[in-house]
């Protein structure tokens, strides 16, 4: 007999740490995201097989994990490759921290032989729109919790 009270797929809080907030993927040219930048993170970047990449010198490849606060809640952006680039460039030499990121998926780049071409992006880094608390529902029942 499972227990209810200790089956929290639903609940991240209290589940038991599963993979983080969802990856946002970007399948066909035009898919776009949007959300407020609330963290970055660098990682080593992995291969399926779980091995880390690394640089013909050695270096390993980094990953940066961008966490972003959407209208559909937190989604996860892994950033690498020509998306860091158009990162950069759009953020100009401004952190990204706390700013509206917005990254598009505009096009394919040339293709080499036995490789999949590149995808492309465009990006924008814009101040981000003021945002008001909303007062916590009252709890049912009066406030003695």
Known sequence: ????????????????????????????IGDTISGVVTKIEQRTDMSPDGVAKTWPDGRPMAVFIFHL????????LFVRGNMVTAIKEAAAGRSTIGKLLTVKHNALGDKKPGKYPAKLYKAKVEDAPARTAKPAPAAAGGDDW
């Open 1 to 28: 007999m499972s227990d209810p009270f200790s089956n929290h797929a639903d609940d991240p809080f209290l589940g038991d740490g599963g993979g983080g907030a969802p990856v946002f993927k970007f399948v066909e």
């Open 69 to 76: 606060d959407t209208d559909e809640g937190e989604r996860r």
